[in-house]
Structure formats: C-alpha cells, structure tokens
C-alpha cells in the first residue's frame, strides 16, 4: 500500500556530514508530518527531528544547530542534512510519516531503517 525508502547512511569520521533521504510511495493521497528518529546501540528509539506540511520543524537539543530536516512535496520526500557529526550520533536512523490514503485512510509508516556510523 504504501512504503518508505532510505538512502544515504554510511561511515564518516567525526566533523564530517551525511545527508540521509526517505521516499513516500504507494497510493498516497497526502503526507502530513515526518520525522527522523535514531535508535543508538542498546537503547531505546528517539526523535531527532520533525517537520510539518508547512515546513514548521522542531529538533531532539542534541542535534539543534548541526542537523536540518527538509521536505520535497512534489517527490513525497524528507531529508536529514547532518553536519559537524559526533560519535554519539552514531545510530540506526528512521524515517517516519503520517500518510494520508485515499478514502481518509491514515498510515503511520517507518522506513526499514538506514546505519549511521561516525567514527573518532
């Protein structure tokens, strides 16, 4: 029905960047919120950051000032430009959208999840 599709994770050594991308696809009517979130190694997932429609963004205090979520409406896509990388930033990352279907059907999809590695 409807599916998100990561790209972008990968190694980088601490100070470098990483730009994560997620695709909306399937029979989608309209895409509210979306969001990254992170799951560090042996913990629990958490929000990094999220976006509206309307480009309204809130960021986890961690990554305020280095990390810039985006979205392409024309593409059904959300970005994550990562900056001035920290070994703590190392997680799996996530995409996450509240998709509207047609007949007012309501998703909440997760991509599969992408690897983040950021190394000393």
């Known amino acids: 029905q409807v599916q998100l599709v990561e790209s972008g994770g990968g190694l980088v050594q601490a100070g470098g960047s990483l730009r994560l991308s997620c695709a909306a696809s399937g029979r989608i009517f309209n895409i509210n919120d979306m969001g990254w979130y992170r799951q560090p190694p042996g913990k629990t997932r958490e929000l990094v950051a999220r976006?509206?429609?309307?480009?309204?963004?809130n960021y986890a205090d961690s990554v305020k000032g280095r990390f810039t979520i985006s979205r392409d409406n024309a593409k059904n896509t959300v970005y994550l430009q990562m900056n001035s990388l920290k070994p703590e930033d190392t997680a799996v990352y996530y995409c996450?959208?509240?998709?509207?279907?047609?007949?007012?059907?309501?998703?909440?999809?997760w991509g599969q999840g992408t690897q983040v590695t950021v190394s000393s």
């Open positions: 996450n959208a509240e998709i509207e279907g047609y007949g007012w059907r309501l998703y909440n999809s």
């Open positions: 976006i509206t429609r309307r480009d309204s963004t």
